[in-house]
């Protein structure tokens, strides 16, 4: 590498290392990347001119000058997540911290037509005019699909759930005038939920909306395999030759755990289930103890299948929370290792962690960008 290469390599590692320490000072940056003091002193000042580090305080002194502890300024950039789902669209602004500042939820019945796409950069133009930010601080936007995402191709390949098939993403971003990157909604749920995990490093997790899917974390990183479709528990058999699921096979966790199996067809939706269910009403407590019954058994499969924490997330986690005792006592029994139930979480950010993970797509890309700058690559333009 060239002395510029060297420098921007340089720059990026110290910019990762006050993301993950948050904060440090000059002699500890040096001592843990094995790095000069004049490099990371020149590095630290031009990362200060523009903005993107500041100074956060001083450790205590055994003689002579405070350190000064350094921070990345998180207000320094800004992301947007939108989540598109069958019948709603979900914004939230966050910064390089993963802070949400702004988040709106809007009814909107998903159409495949030119019409909706148009409404969607709509939105996101009010969106983002309510946060007051500055526009030229917008690393970017992140979109959550539900179905088969292949970021190779940045293609849609299937979405039972919004009834497309080979959908590019360059049609539904076709308004948008900023960067966009997208992916899996329940791939980008998980990615959002272990992004400040410190002590979970690689996980299951479990989205549990009218579509369940779901998403493998190795190492932080999410694991999307051969052809994208890794974490699509949704579409694993549970019960041989059972209930028909949205994709058409028969017996799939989906078809016995969505939250449709539980609304239909008395309810419109779960926050009316349950209302109903805490009233006391006995068809619902028999449905919900049915439902749990094979939720466990599907967490149970995960479990045996990658030995590794669960994180249960999506529109029905806040319930699930609530009942959680009753969950942990349908999963013993299925238990073959005699093992603590630890390994089971539920989502820190319910249904707004799709989004989230979307707009951390551009906060990783920069932050893994050799250049530190906002990534400027339209990625609309090339689905």
């Given at each position: 590498m060239n002395n510029l290469q060297v420098r921007d390599t340089n720059k990026k590692k110290i910019v990762n290392f006050l993301y993950t320490n948050n904060g440090a000072t000059k002699q500890k940056i040096a001592k843990?990347?094995?790095?000069?003091?004049?490099?990371?002193?020149?590095?630290?000042?031009?990362?200060?001119?523009?903005?993107?580090?500041?100074?956060?305080?001083?450790?205590?002194?055994?003689g002579g000058r405070k350190p000064v502890v350094n921070s990345l300024a998180y207000d320094a950039y800004f992301s947007v997540g939108i989540e598109i789902t069958q019948n709603h669209l979900r914004?939230?602004?966050?910064?390089l911290g993963e802070d949400i500042l702004h988040y709106k939820i809007i009814r909107e019945h998903f159409q495949n037509n030119d019409a909706y796409y148009?409404?969607?950069?709509?939105?996101?133009?009010?969106?983002?005019?309510g946060s007051g930010?500055?526009?030229?601080?917008?690393?970017?936007?992140?979109?959550?699909?539900?179905?088969?995402?292949n970021t190779k191709k940045n293609l849609l390949e299937y979405s039972p759930t919004l009834q497309v098939r080979n959908l590019p993403l360059g049609a539904i971003t076709k308004y948008i005038s900023y960067p966009v990157l997208a992916n899996n909604e329940?791939?980008?749920?998980?990615?959002?939920?272990?992004?400040?995990?410190?002590?979970?490093?690689?996980?299951?997790?479990?989205?549990?909306n009218k579509g369940v899917g779901g998403s493998i974390i190795v190492g932080n990183k999410v694991f999307n395999g051969m052809n994208g479709r890794a974490g699509e528990f949704g579409h694993m058999t549970i019960v041989k030759d059972g209930?028909?699921?949205?994709?058409?096979?028969?017996?799939?966790?989906?078809?016995?755990c969505s939250t449709q199996v539980l609304t239909e067809p008395n309810f419109t939706d779960v926050d009316e289930f349950f209302a109903s269910l805490?009233?006391?009403?006995?068809?619902?407590?028999?449905?919900?103890?049915?439902?749990?019954?094979?939720?466990?058994?599907?967490?149970?499969?995960?479990?045996?299948?990658?030995?590794?924490?669960?994180?249960?997330?999506?529109?029905?986690?806040?319930?699930?929370?609530?009942?959680?005792?009753?969950l942990r006592r349908k999963l013993l029994p299925l238990n073959s290792f005699g093992e603590p139930l630890n390994y089971l979480h539920f989502s820190r950010y319910s249904d707004k962690a799709s989004a989230i993970g979307a707009a951390l797509l551009l906060v990783d890309a920069f932050l893994s960008d050799d250049t530190i700058r906002p990534p400027r690559l339209n990625y609309s333009d090339s689905a």
């Open positions: 843990t990347l094995g790095l000069s003091m004049p490099t990371v002193s020149l590095i630290l000042k031009e990362l200060s001119a523009r903005g993107l580090v500041k100074k956060s305080g001083t450790l205590k002194s055994s914004f939230v602004l966050i910064n148009k409404k969607l950069a709509d939105y996101l133009e009010t969106f983002l005019a930010i500055d526009r030229s601080l917008l690393l970017g936007i992140g979109i959550a699909l539900p179905g088969l995402f329940a791939n980008l749920a998980g990615f959002a939920e272990i992004w400040h995990m410190d002590e979970v490093e690689s996980a299951v997790f479990l989205s549990i209930l028909t699921c949205s994709c058409g096979k028969k017996g799939c966790l989906e078809a016995y805490q009233m006391g009403n006995q068809y619902c407590m028999q449905k919900w103890e049915t439902y749990l019954d094979y939720l466990a058994t599907g967490i149970n499969n995960l479990r045996t299948v990658f030995d590794s924490d669960i994180i249960l997330g999506g529109e029905i986690v806040q319930y699930l929370k609530q009942y959680s005792d009753l």
